[in-house]
């Protein structure tokens, strides 16, 4: 690994790229039940002895070191907590619109970046989430904070965060199954053949996607090339025959919606 990254550095100089060594970060990443690993070791780079960290954050993202996203999860509810709080100072002087947007791209801006990776995350990780996006829909619609959240979700169109996270995975597995995703990504996912062609269901299954077999239970099932094609393989023929993206969007946001909220 220190031969790879002088490696690197030495491309960097080469092409007249400046790093800053002095901020680099070196993460280990296991499995919480693994408990005979080797130790993490420091690492030398450039000189420096880089030791190993607990969390590092990338691309506003804080990964830890058994990729529970435990850490990020917290980080996100702190900020999106203290916004809420002032918007909540000054709600009284604003239209319901006003603060709808205001909420949007403030708070629920926040609980979608980079949602996609916490697809398959524990319920109680994703109940943080949930929280944070009731408190924010009492706040624009000026509710006290025991009332029933689910009609006001309904009333701002809003979908749970659990939605929100295969809403954003979903949009990606679109866009690999019609060629307009990194290749790095669709590389990840394959359309499933038919079994048998001449059948009716053959043309209703064609845009299905291969299931792979998890390696891990814990890992293996977040992964996207499984946990995408099972939920692009759930979703009706009319949702996931659409082509256009702006449309599929669309009609998969109200799809999640009805779901969402169809016993309720």
Excluded at 104 to 116: P, Q, V
Excluded at 157 to 165: A, D, M, S
Excluded at 238 to 257: D, G, I, P, Q, Y
Aim: net charge positive; charged share 20%.
């Amino acid at each position: 690994m220190s031969n790879c990254v002088s490696a690197l550095l030495d491309w960097f100089f080469r092409n007249r790229v400046k790093t800053n060594v002095p901020k680099t970060e070196l993460l280990y990443t296991s499995s919480s039940t693994r408990r005979n690993g080797p130790e993490p070791t420091p690492m030398t780079v450039a000189g420096a002895t880089v030791p190993p960290s607990a969390a590092v954050k990338t691309l506003g993202v804080t990964l830890d070191e058994h990729l529970s996203m435990e850490q990020h999860v917290n980080n996100v509810c702190k900020a999106a907590y203290y916004h809420l709080h002032l918007i909540s100072k000054i709600r009284r002087y604003l239209t319901f619109a006003a603060a709808k947007s205001l909420v949007i791209s403030t708070i629920l801006s926040r609980l979608d970046f980079a949602n996609g990776i916490l697809i398959g995350l524990p319920l109680t990780q994703i109940q943080k989430l949930q929280r944070v996006q009731n408190a924010a829909a009492r706040v624009v619609a000026r509710c006290d904070r025991r009332a029933s959240v689910t009609p006001i979700l309904r009333r701002l169109h809003w979908l749970p965060v659990q939605r929100r996270i295969e809403f954003k995975v979903l949009t990606f597995a679109h866009k690999c199954v019609h060629g307009t995703a990194p290749a790095y990504l669709s590389s990840l996912v394959s359309l499933r053949a038919p079994l048998r062609t001449g059948l009716r269901s053959s043309s209703t299954s064609s845009l299905d996607l291969s299931v792979p077999a998890a390696l891990t239970a814990r890992y293996g099932e977040r992964a996207f090339s499984r946990i995408a094609p099972k939920l692009w393989n759930a979703l009706p023929w009319s949702v996931k025959s659409t082509v256009e993206a702006k449309n599929f969007r669309a009609r998969l946001k109200n799809h999640l919606f009805r779901t969402s909220f169809l016993s309720t």
